[in-house]
């Protein structure tokens, strides 16, 4: 009776089993054809957008031709663009030229004058100079010597005077500003007058000079020379072994003409003109 029982309600417990794994099963089956339905609805859908968008591309590439097309026949109609303004004339070019000095030589040196015109760098201008072979230095007629510093060196400001007053009948006041000269101071030497034993002190400064051939730099002692005809004298160390002063000549060299401005006017900026005037 009892192994009656026992396999009774093991022949349950298994059918019990095997219904509920049939159960499982066809659950399982339906999600799988669930998530298939699913797959197929959304490429449906992804194959519906693509198409859309496909039909959008073509026809914003249909609008783009029509309006390409409709700028090429305004661009025919339209009115032709004014011819540009002709260009402004090129500026005049500025080309500085040195006169043409002829130089006067006697044994291969240049002559100098006993009187010649100088012309001094700093101021621009040509003085009158004596040539002195007696004088072994050249001087300035210099006045208000006024020594001072510039980064940290010694220099001189003074007023070359091209007039013969002396300097105590001058006016101060009235004296032309013009002649200014600052220069580096070279050194302060002692000078006695022929006609005196008291030294005087005076400054030296080297200043650069044109005459005639010769631009140089050279020493010039500053002093009153305002009793003298000529306000600077050219001593021997400047033309000594380079030239031969013929005393009885006088402005030899004419005076230098410093940088003239010659305005030419050419089609072609590029080219190259050099001009020498007479």
Known sequence: ????????????????????SNEQHKETINAIHKLKTNVVDLNGVLQKNDHSQQTQIHNMQKEIKKITSSISVLEKKKSPAPAPAPAPPPEPRVVYVEKEVFVHEEKGKPVLGEVEWLWVDSLGKNF???????ATTSSLNAANVQE?????????RFQLLTDNLPL?????????????????????????????????????????????PF???????????????????LGREFFRDIAIVDVSKSYIYPEYPGKQKITLKTEEPKNQITLKTE
């Open 168 to 212: 105590q009948q001058e006016n101060e006041q009235e004296r032309s500003k013009e002649n200014i000269i600052e220069a580096p101071l070279t050194r302060w030497v002692k000078i006695r007058q022929a006609s005196t034993d008291t030294l005087d002190r005076r400054a030296v400064v080297e200043l650069r000079i044109r005459l005639g």
């Open 148 to 156: 001072f510093e510039r980064d940290g060196k010694k220099w001189v």
């Open 128 to 134: 009158k100079t004596r040539i002195d072979t007696g």
């Open 1 to 20: 009776m009892l192994k009656h029982c026992g396999l009774l309600f093991l022949s349950f417990i298994v059918s019990g089993c095997a219904i509920t």
């Open 215 to 233: 631009y140089e730099k050279t020493e010039f002692t500053l002093a009153d020379r305002s009793y003298m005809e000529f306000p600077v004298l």
